[in-house]
C-alpha cells in the first residue's frame, strides 16, 4: 500500500506551483487556454527529457490539476457540497452520455492507464493481487513499478536499488526477500508492543506544554527508528532525517530524466540529500544485523542494502508520512471551523473510549492512502496497462458507507469490515508473505496514532472544558484550513493557570454582604460619582495609562514570546545607566525589546507622565484628604475603575482586619516572608509581647522620616504557640515605631495599630524585598552576568534566557516611574525625599546574598512548626525542584566536575562579575560546581517563586481598610488618592511575563552541542516540567489536607502561577 499524507501528497507539485498560478479557476482538459495552456507550455520546454513528448506533459498537467482540486478546502459532505477532489474524479468517471458514475477513469497517463473507484472492484482487486504477482520477476500477471499512489516517481533518488525505484515498486523476488524481514520488524509480534508505544507517547507529553506539527513528526520518526532499526535517535537527529525527507520528497516529482541535469540537481539539492541518504543507510545495516541475527545471517551486502533502502522508504514515505499526518488531522479538526461546523454534536476527543473510531473515520474523510498502483502485463503484443486502485474514492463510495462524504462515528465492525485504506485485503495469505501488499505496520500506526490522541486528552484530565481548554490554539478555527490531504498549520500551547483556580477579587466580598438593592444603588452611585474621579492629575493621567495599555486577559505572553535570540559577549558599561544611589547599573539595551512592544508602550507612557510639571505638592492635610463613605464603596470605585485591569489572583485574602485573619497573614501570607523566632526585649531594642514564640519583625523602616501627617513606617507583630500542622499562634501584640509603644487586643488603638502593621508589611514588601531586592540587585545581576559574561551559545546563557527575559527593559524603564523623589511612587508611600533615598541606599548596603535554604534555617522557628510550615515547605520544595534541575541541566558540559568548570574563562568570569555589579559584593563563596548550582538555583528562584512571594500582593490591596501604602494616626482605611496609587502600582504587574511552565525547547537548542548534550538538555528542560508538575499537583493535594486540618490553601509558589522572569 502507500502511505502518503499531507507531506507527500501537496509538496510532490511544489515544482509546479508557479505554472498552476496562471487560469488556476479553470478545468478544461483539452488545449483551450487557461493553466493547461501554460503547463504545456512549460513542460514542453522540457520534452528533451521526456521519454513521451505528448502523454508525459498531459499526465503533468492532470497531475496539476489533480494538486488545486485536494488544496481546496473540505466541504460538509451533503449533497451537492462534495470536496473538491471529489468532483475532480466524479467528472473524470462519469459516461460522457448518460453522466452516471462509472467507477472507472482512462487516466490520468493519456493512455494504456485506469482508475477504479468502487469500493467492490477495489477490494475484489487488493485480494486478487498478490496471487497474479506470480513467484518471480516475469511469470506473474502483474508487477509494481516506481509509483507513489497517483504520482510516477522519478528514479534518480535510488542509485543504491538496482529496480532503481521506492521499495513498494521492487520486483517480485526482491520483494519476496524484503517483506518478511519488515514484517517481523514492525509487524505484529515484531520489535515492539503496544505498552511500548503507550510509553513513548507519555514520554512526549511528559513536560511538554507545547506542540507543533513538526514535534509530532519528529516523535514519530524516533517511535519509527527504534522499531524498524533498532537505533534511538535523539531529536537533534530526528529533525536532521526529517530535512533529508524533505529533500528526498521535493526530488521524486521530477520527470523521469530532469534530474540528469546537474542545474536541475542543484536546484532540489539532490546530490547533498543523496550523500545524507548513503550515510543512512549505511547506518542501518549493522543496526539490521542486530535486530534480525538469524534471519539475516550470510546476507550479502547488496542485500543488506536492498533491505535498508527499503526501510528507508518505509520511514520515508510510508509511515513516516503518513502516521504524523493522520495524527495532525485528528488533533486539528476539533480547533478548525470545518471541525466545529462538521463533527458530530455529540462527539468529544475527550472521550477517550471514542478514539479509535475517531483516527479510522479521520483516515476514511481524510485518507493517508490515496492510490495503490501496479501494472497488468500486456499479452500477445498488448501494452501493459496501468491500474489505479483509488482507495480514497472507494472509502467513500455510497453503496458501502451511508453518509459517506460526511464524517461520521461509526462502530468499530463497521471500519473492519468495509475499511481498505491499508490495502487490507491485499494479503497472500499473510500478512508476512512474499506476495503480500497490505500495509505491515498498520497495528504498530494504528497503536501510535490511538496512543498519541490518548495521552494528549489526558493531559487534561484535571480540566473542565477538556483538552481544548488547556491546550490554546495560536489561530482562530477561520485560520485552521482542513482540505482533502492536508491540515493547516497551527500550535498549541499548555495553559498550566487553567490547573489553578483564580480566586474572586479580595475585597468584593463586601458588596456580598449588601442587598441586592443595596448593592444597585451603591454601584449606581459610584458610576455617577466615582470619587477616584477627583484624584490629581498625575493620578488620574496614571489610572488612565493603566486602563489603555494593562489587560491581563488579553496579554498573556508564552514562551515563544522569547526569541532565541542572544546578543554576543560584551560590557555594557557604555550602554547603561547608573541609578544616584547603590552603584546600581541597569543595561539600557534588551534582546528582546523589539518584540516586547507592551512593555514598550507603557514605558512611553510613563516617561511622558513623568515629564509633566503638575505641581505635585499634594495637599496632604488630614482636612483636606477624601474618603470614602464606606469601604464597600472604596470596593465598588475599585470595582469599577481597575476591575478588569488587575493581576488574576490565585490566593484569596478577604479578611486581614481580624486577629485571625492578621495572624494567618502572618503564618501563610506576605507578611510571612519575615517571620522568624520572637526575640527578647534586650535582643530587639523595644518593648515585646509577653509569651510570644514567633514575630514578623519590621521594625528596621522606623528610622526612615515620613512627610507631613503620615504615620512612620515600622513594626513587628507578635505570635504564641502554633497548635501544629503549621496553623498559627494567636496574635498576641503588635509593636509600632511610630508610637514607640506595644498594642494588644482590647486597646483603644488596637484596630490602627493592626491597619499600620499591614501598612507598614506592605511598604518594606513592595520597595525593600521586590524593588530592590529581587529586581535591581538578583534579577538585574543575574541579566548583566549572563549577557556580559557568557557567550550566545553558553550553557548557563541557554539555561538563564527564560529568566533573564525583559529583565533589562523593565528595570531601565520604569525608573523614571519608580526612582527619582517626586514622582509616582514616592508620591504613593509616605517617605520624605532624603528618606526616600536614604531607605534604598541602605537597603543596598545591608544586603546579604544567602540562599533560600539557609535564609529559612536562619529563622530559627520552632521545629515542630516549621516542619509543616506552607510557606516554607512549598518554597523549599520549588527550590530544590529547581537545583535538580540545574544540576541536570550543567553536567554534560561538565562531565569531570569542578576540574572543567574552573577551566572555562565564561564560567569564572560569570562568577566573579557578581562582585562588582554594585557598590555591594556579593561575597560569593569559592567556585565550584555545587556552589555555582546553588547560585543559579538561587537566581532562578528569586525571578519565578520569591517574585511572586513579595511582588504578587493584588490581594491584599483591594480594599480601603486592607494595606494603605500610608496612613493617618488613629485612621483604620486609606484615603482615596492613596488607595488609588495602590492599585496603579498593583495594577502594572498584570503585565505578565510568560510561565514559568511552558516549551523553552526553542531557546535551548545550539549547533555549537554535540548531539548527546543537545538531548541531555532537551531532556532536563523538559523534566523540569515534569517535575514542576509534581510540585504543583503536590501543592494541591497539600492543600486540600491543610483545609481539612483547620488551615487555608497557600498556593503563592505553585509552579502553575509563576512567571518565568520578573515583570513589572
Request: charged letters at 25%; hydrophobic letters at 40%; one cysteine or more.
Amino acid at each position: 500500500s502507500v502511505m502518503v499524507g499531507d507531506r507527500v501528497e501537496m509538496l510532490l507539485f511544489s515544482d509546479q506551483r508557479e505554472l498552476m498560478a496562471t487560469g488556476r479557476d479553470s478545468d478544461t482538459d483539452n488545449n483551450g487556454g487557461g493553466w493547461f495552456s501554460a503547463a504545456s507550455g512549460t513542460l514542453a520546454k522540457l520534452a528533451n527529457y521526456f521519454a513521451d513528448k505528448v502523454g508525459t506533459p498531459y499526465y503533468y498537467s492532470q497531475m496539476a490539476s489533480y494538486a488545486l482540486a485536494a488544496a481546496k478546502g473540505a466541504r460538509s459532505g451533503d449533497e451537492g457540497d462534495k470536496d473538491e477532489i471529489v468532483n475532480w474524479f466524479l467528472k473524470r468517471q462519469r459516461d460522457p452520455v448518460t453522466g452516471a458514475d462509472t467507477g472507472e477513469w482512462s487516466g490520468p497517463q493519456v493512455r494504456n492507464q485506469t482508475l477504479y473507484s468502487s469500493h467492490s472492484e477495489v477490494v475484489k482487486r487488493l485480494a486478487e493481487l498478490g496471487e497474479g504477482l506470480g513467484t518471480n520477476n516475469h511469470n506473474g500477471k502483474y508487477y509494481r513499478a516506481n509509483w507513489l499512489g497517483i504520482q510516477r516517481l522519478n528514479s534518480a533518488p535510488w542509485p543504491e536499488a538496482p529496480w532503481k525505484g521506492i521499495a513498494l515498486g521492487a520486483p517480485q523476488e526482491d520483494h519476496a526477500f524484503i517483506r518478511p524481514l519488515i514484517t517481523k520488524l514492525v509487524g505484529p509480534g515484531g520489535k515492539w508492543d503496544r505498552t511500548w508505544v503507550r510509553e513513548q507517547a507519555e514520554e512526549f507529553f511528559r513536560g511538554r506544554v507545547g506542540i507543533n506539527k513538526g514535534d509530532i513528526g519528529v516523535w514519530v520518526t524516533r517511535v519509527l527508528h527504534k522499531v524498524h532499526v533498532g537505533i534511538t535517535l535523539t531529536e537533534a537527529e530526528g529533525e536532521e532525517f526529517m530535512d533529508m525527507q524533505w529533500g528526498m520528497i521535493k526530488a521524486i516529482a521530477f520527470p523521469e530524466g530532469s534530474l540528469k541535469n546537474q542545474r536541475i540537481r542543484d536546484m532540489v539539492g539532490l546530490d547533498e540529500t543523496l550523500a545524507k541518504k548513503a550515510r543512512w543507510l549505511e547506518r542501518y545495516k549493522p543496526a539490521l544485523l542486530l535486530m534480525l541475527p538469524d534471519e539475516l545471517n550470510g546476507t550479502s551486502d547488496d542485500q543488506m542494502t536492498h533491505l535498508a533502502s527499503a526501510l528507508f522508504d518505509s520511514l520515508a514515505f510510508a509511515g513516516g508520512a503518513s502516521v504524523p499526518s493522520v495524527i495532525w488531522f485528528c488533533m486539528a479538526l476539533p480547533y478548525s471551523e470545518w471541525g466545529e461546523t462538521n463533527l458530530p454534536e455529540d462527539f468529544s476527543l475527550d472521550t477517550v473510549s471514542t478514539i479509535p473510531s475517531y483516527v479510522y473515520e479521520t483516515m476514511r474523510r481524510f485518507p493517508p492512502v490515496g492510490t495503490l498502483p501496479y501494472i497488468e502485463r500486456g499479452v500477445n503484443g498488448a501494452p501493459d496497462h496501468d491500474v489505479m486502485l483509488n482507495i480514497q474514492m472507494a472509502q467513500r463510495d455510497p453503496s458501502v458507507w451511508e453518509n459517506g462524504d460526511k464524517f461520521v462515528i461509526r462502530s468499530m465492525a463497521e471500519y473492519h469490515t468495509k475499511f481498505c485504506g491499508f490495502a487490507d485485503f491485499a494479503n497472500s495469505p499473510n500478512l508476512g508473505s512474499a506476495n503480500s501488499h497490505s500495509c505491515p505496520g498498520k497495528d504498530l500506526a494504528f497503536a501510535m496514532m490511538t496512543s498519541f490522541l490518548t495521552e494528549f486528552v489526558r493531559t487534561a484530565d484535571r480540566v473542565d472544558g477538556g483538552h481544548k481548554q488547556i491546550w490554546v490554539c495560536d489561530r482562530p478555527p477561520s485560520e485552521i484550513n482542513i482540505s482533502a490531504f492536508a491540515a493547516g498549520g497551527f500550535a498549541l500551547t499548555y495553559d498550566v493557570t487553567q490547573l489553578v483556580q483564580e480566586e474572586d477579587q479580595s475585597g468584593m466580598d463586601m458588596l456580598d454582604e449588601l442587598t441586592s438593592a443595596e448593592r444597585s444603588l451603591l454601584m449606581e452611585r459610584v458610576s455617577a460619582t466615582n470619587k477616584f474621579n477627583e484624584c490629581n492629575a498625575n493620578t488620574a493621567l496614571f489610572i488612565k495609562i493603566v486602563q489603555k495599555i494593562v489587560k491581563p486577559g488579553n496579554n498573556k505572553q508564552a514562551s515563544k514570546d522569547v526569541r532565541a535570540v542572544f546578543f554576543n559577549k560584551q560590557s555594557y558599561a557604555d550602554s547603561s545607566w547608573s541609578a544616584p544611589f547603590g552603584g546600581f547599573r541597569f543595561i539600557t539595551c534588551d534582546e528582546d525589546e523589539e518584540r516586547e512592544s507592551r512593555i514598550s508602550a507603557l514605558a512611553q507612557m510613563l516617561m511622558y507622565a513623568a515629564s509633566k510639571r503638575w505641581d505635585l505638592k499634594e495637599d496632604e492635610q488630614e482636612d483636606r484628604l477624601i474618603w470614602f463613605e464606606s469601604p464597600a464603596e472604596g470596593v465598588a470605585s475599585m470595582h469599577q475603575t481597575f476591575g478588569p485591569h488587575l493581576p488574576p489572583q490565585y490566593n484569596e485574602w478577604d479578611d486581614v482586619v481580624t486577629d485571625e485573619g492578621m495572624a494567618w497573614l502572618c503564618v501563610a501570607g506576605c507578611a510571612g516572608w519575615h517571620l522568624t523566632k520572637a526575640r527578647t526585649e534586650d535582643e530587639a531594642g523595644h518593648a515585646v509581647v509577653e509569651g510570644a514564640v514567633m514575630e514578623v519583625d519590621m521594625t528596621y523602616m522606623g528610622q526612615y522620616k515620613t512627610r507631613g501627617s503620615w504615620i512612620r513606617y515600622g513594626g513587628a507583630a507578635y505570635l504564641g504557640q502554633s497548635p501544629g500542622d503549621g496553623l498559627p499562634g494567636p496574635l498576641l501584640g503588635i509593636y509600632l515605631c511610630h508610637y514607640d509603644a506595644v498594642f494588644r487586643p482590647g486597646d483603644d488603638k488596637w484596630e490602627h495599630a493592626k491597619c499600620a502593621f499591614r501598612s507598614t508589611v506592605t511598604t518594606g514588601l513592595t520597595l525593600k524585598d521586590h524593588l530592590c531586592t529581587v529586581h535591581w540587585i538578583k534579577a538585574n545581576g543575574l541579566g548583566m552576568a549572563a549577557r556580559e559574561a557568557t557567550g550566545p551559545d553558553h550553557p548557563i546563557r541557554r539555561l538563564l534566557k527564560p529568566h533573564y527575559y525583559n529583565t533589562a527593559l523593565i528595570n531601565f524603564k520604569s525608573k523614571d516611574m519608580l526612582l527619582p523623589p517626586g514622582q509616582f511612587a514616592y508620591r504613593t508611600f509616605a517617605f520624605t525625599k532624603g528618606s526616600w533615598v536614604q531607605y534604598f541606599a541602605d537597603c543596598a548596603s545591608n544586603w546579604v546574598y544567602v540562599p533560600l535554604p539557609e535564609k529559612l534555617a536562619a529563622k530559627n522557628l520552632p521545629s515542630e512548626f516549621f516542619d509543616t510550615w506552607p510557606l516554607g515547605q512549598d518554597s523549599l520544595k520549588l527550590w530544590y525542584t529547581i537545583e535538580s534541575y540545574v544540576k541536570e541541566f550543567l553536567t554534560p558540559f561538565y562531565p569531570n566536575g569542578d576540574d572543567d568548570l574552573l577551566a572555562d574563562d565564561h564560567v569564572t568570569e560569570f562568577w566573579s562579575s557578581f562582585e562588582s555589579q554594585f557598590d555591594t559584593p556579593w561575597n560569593l563563596p569559592p567556585l565550584s560546581f555545587d556552589s555555582l548550582t546553588t547560585l543559579i538555583t538561587e537566581l532562578i528562584w528569586t525571578v519565578t517563586g520569591e517574585h511572586e512571594l513579595v511582588g504578587s500582593i493584588v490581594a491584599y490591596l483591594t480594599s480601603p481598610i486592607g494595606f494603605p501604602a500610608k496612613l493617618l494616626e488613629d485612621h483604620v482605611e486609606s484615603d482615596v488618592q492613596s488607595f488609588a496609587q495602590g492599585l496603579v502600582i498593583i495594577a502594572l504587574t498584570g503585565l505578565r511575563q510568560p510561565p514559568l511552565m511552558d516549551d523553552w525547547d526553542h531557546v535551548m537548542r545550539s549547533d555549537s552541542w554535540t548531539a548527546s548534550q543537545q538531548q541531555s538538555v532537551l531532556d532536563a528542560v523538559r523534566g523540569f516540567q515534569v517535575k514542576l508538575g509534581k510540585v504543583a499537583d503536590q501543592n494541591d493535594d497539600d492543600n486540600i489536607q491543610r483545609v481539612k486540618n483547620g488551615g487555608r490553601k497557600v498556593n503563592i509558589v505553585n509552579p502553575r502561577i509563576l512567571e518565568s522572569s520578573v515583570s513589572i
